[in-house]
């Protein structure tokens, strides 16, 4: 996987609330644990922009609620800094339903995504409607 151009300060840990971004069914999602690499000994699993968690789906579709699906962070509340110097926030917590190839389940994406992830997966960079 390829690394993260940005200092992404990871402020989402397990039982965050974040909303659905795509048209895959769901509305809402909760963070149950990150994928990959995670924190320290005794130490939660916290995630930013471009990591991959699992999640459980609280609202949306009944063929998702109560399903365990694997998301990746589009947008955070907390500011990044990015290379340039600027940083760089949203108005909310995002995700997005991946398959297990990491490719997206929807078709399109609601909102901007920002620029980190698309360097990080070229395929979800086709359903971005805006990258920021």
Known sequence: MKGVST????????????????????KTIMIINK????????RMASSGIGDIVMASVKSGSPAY????????????????????GIRVRFEDNAAILITDANL?????????MARE?????????GIASRVV
């Open 104 to 112: 997206s389940v929807g078709t399109e994406v609601k909102g901007a």
């Open 35 to 42: 994928l990959g690499k995670g924190g320290g000994h005794r």
């Open 7 to 26: 200092k992404i300060s990871k402020t989402l840990v397990p039982g965050s609330i974040l909303t659905c971004a795509d048209n895959s069914g769901a």
């Open 65 to 84: 609620i109560k399903k365990k699906v694997r998301a990746v962070v589009i947008r955070q509340k907390s500011p990044m800094r990015r290379a340039n």
């Open 117 to 125: 992830v698309v360097e990080r997966y070229i395929k979800l960079a």
